[in-house]
């Protein structure tokens, strides 16, 4: 293996600790009725051996449980103790009895007693449906324990760590303790995945998309530069402090910049934080966000069997609504399904693509009632309060969806109604969307997925996720040009270069990470907006990703100075 591998770099800083592993799929153990696998007639010894593992995943989640609730995260305590209460289930453990006494192995009876829980929960209405995930992951981790394979999910650690993966779901990440996690690096997932973006919002470096990165041995030392996408194997000790030493100096440079973001010549272009909940202001507001651009809801819903009550929903909304008196804050309802799938809201069937299939606005067409306690909590969290509360719908396709967003919004007493640009066709007829809602807010993760056909979870086509595409420009131009105030919230609006040339497009205001805001406050802030035009004319004339950036950049000469 080379010292140094090469992927993409989607978040900047620098990371350095010993590697660990999330381990990949635990396989279905072998029904090897006659052969290798049966006992071999000693039915008590084998019986003992599966139920102390059942006991043994029991007791862990317990004591998982314990250390979450020590760290104040007392709802995870409570997931992982009904968790344990299912591992030491009576009923189960008959069920494993009486397979293991039909001289199946322990493994696999325990993987066909899980079956019979796994159907009566699945057949049983969505909420029970939903703790299938939980049943999975115990039967997993028994199955791991008594074929001697690494434990599935998040590694455990005493010491920070770099954390190494396939690819990160969305409910991995949730459980992170970012205290102990000192970078990502992924061998899946491109630029605008769910990875890369957590680790923006959690400000850890991450490196994705890059090849043998789930097959690092574990412990291996290794040396994370999320700004240039490298990892370095056995660094010494004198190029982990290099490469802090030039981090620092970077974020010390662009601190001198503060205040309101504005371009040279004083054309404001407010800098607002992306968020997935509460726990993200204190980031956003140390970097300066005038408000939230993008209110990510779905992961108030991740990792959970039932949806937050109203309660909750509203103690949440309200909680950022008042971190910005004088701001706005702009909601997206629910985003479920894809890449962000929700255990509660399972989508209908199994869509052979699930990026094309029912999620976002489309789940509130099926479940019109989930959307609309979530307007109601919304409208309630604001009632008052000062900050602009604006509410929008993700992967709207036309004006009718639009319109009927808008009257769900109407209905519930949420004023300001917007729509999400991130499918091509409400890109395309962004004037005929304009007239139905107040304001548009553009994805360009999504909408360069589907610009460009490439699902933006396969690291393999993390090329084909540019946003710097002249087709993605030519698509947010007329949405930015339609009348109505147009803000940018995918990761593009987080690329110091591409957030000017965004400006020059039109595009009103842009809602980024929370740590890319110093980057972008910095480079409008060197240009004036005739420099913005001028880029975003330059790049829509170029003709791949590579001649736009490089055309823009032209443009925008401040950049290098800023070392960005
Ligand atoms: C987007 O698609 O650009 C966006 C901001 O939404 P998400 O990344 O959550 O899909
Ligand atoms: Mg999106």
């Known amino acids: ?76 305590r409570d997931v992982l103790n009904a968790q344990a209460l299912m591992a030491r289930d009576p009923g189960l453990a008959d069920g494993v009895r009486a397979k293991i006494g039909e001289g199946v192995a322990a493994a696999r009876a325990v993987f066909e007693a899980f079956g019979v829980y796994r ?24 199955v791991a324990r008594l074929l001697g394979l690494p434990m599935p999910g998040v590694p455990e650690s005493d010491e920070p760590f770099v954390l190494a993966a396939r690819d990160l779901a969305p409910a ?33 470096p991450a490196v994705v998309a890059l090849p043998g990165a789930a097959s690092l041995p574990d412990g291996t030392r290794v040396l994370v530069d999320g700004t240039a996408g490298t990892v370095r194997l056995d660094p010494s000790d004198e190029d982990v402090t290099a490469a802090r030493a030039a981090a620092t100096a970077r974020s010390s440079a662009l601190a001198e910049f503060a205040g309101p973001g504005a371009t040279a010549d004083g054309h404001a272009v407010p ?27 779905e992961f108030l819903f991740l990792d959970r069997a039932t949806p937050p009550s109203d309660a909750e929903q509203e103690e949440a909304y309200r909680k950022v609504l008042e971190a910005f008196p004088e701001g706005r804050v702009v909601v997206r309802t ?41 307007l109601a909590a919304l409208a309630r969290a604001a009632a008052g309060l000062t900050a602009k509360l604006q509410v929008m719908a993700p992967m709207v396709t036309d004006a009718a969806e639009a319109a009927w967003f808008a009257a769900a919004c109407r209905e519930a007493g949420i004023e300001h109604p917007g729509v999400m640009i991130e499918v091509p066709a409400a890109a395309l007829r962004a004037r005929d969307v304009a007239l139905e809602v107040e304001f548009f807010s553009i994805g360009t993760n999504d909408l360069t997925q589907y610009a460009c056909a490439a699902d933006r979870q396969v690291g393999g086509l993390a090329h084909l996720q540019d946003p710097w595409q002249p087709a993605v420009l030519d698509l947010v131009a007329p949405a930015a040009g339609a009348g109505i105030p147009c803000g940018v919230c995918g990761e593009a609006a987080g690329d110091p270069a591409l957030a000017c040339v965004l400006v020059g497009l039109g595009v009103t205001s842009l809602s980024m990470s929370a740590p890319s805001l110093p980057l972008v406050r910095a480079a409008l802030a060197r240009h004036t907006l005739d420099d913005c035009r001028q880029a975003a004319e330059a790049a829509r004339k170029a003709r791949t990703t590579t001649q736009a950036r490089e055309a823009a950049r032209t443009h925008l000469p401040a950049l290098t100075d800023l070392g960005l």
């Not at 049983?124 to 999975?136: I, N, P, S, W």
């Not at 509460?278 to 408000?291: M, R, S």
Request: glycine fraction near 12%; proline fraction near 7%.
């Open 1 to 76: 293996m080379p010292d140094v591998l090469q992927g993409a770099g989607v978040s900047p800083g620098v990371g350095a600790g010993p590697v660990r592993t999330i381990a990949g799929a635990v396989p279905e153990p072998a029904d090897d009725r006659h052969g290798v696998d049966q006992h071999r007639g000693d039915a008590d010894s084998e019986r003992a051996t599966a139920l102390a593992a059942l006991e043994a995943v029991a007791a862990d989640l317990e004591e998982r449980g314990e250390r979450a609730a020590a760290a104040g995260n007392t709802d995870g």
């Open 172 to 204: 991995d990440t949730a459980v992170l303790d970012p205290a102990k996690v000192v970078a990502f690096v992924t061998e899946e997932g491109g630029p605008t995945s769910h990875t890369a973006i957590i680790a923006r919002t959690m400000g850890v």
């Open 119 to 142: 159907e009566m929960l699945a057949g049983a209405g969505e909420y029970l449906a939903a703790r299938v995930t939980d049943l999975d992951d115990i039967r997993d981790r028994t």
């Open 334 to 374: 629910l985003d479920a399904g894809a890449d962000k799938p929700l255990a509660f809201l399972p989508a209908p069937g199994e869509a052979p693509n699930p990026a094309l299939g029912e999620r976002g606005v489309r789940m509130s067409f099926r479940h019109p009632d989930v959307l609309s306690a979530q």
């Open 271 to 297: 800098l607002l934080a992306n968020i997935g909940g509460p726990k993200d202001l204190e980031a956003a507001l140390a970097n300066g966000a005038e408000g939230v651009g993008l209110y990510r809801t």
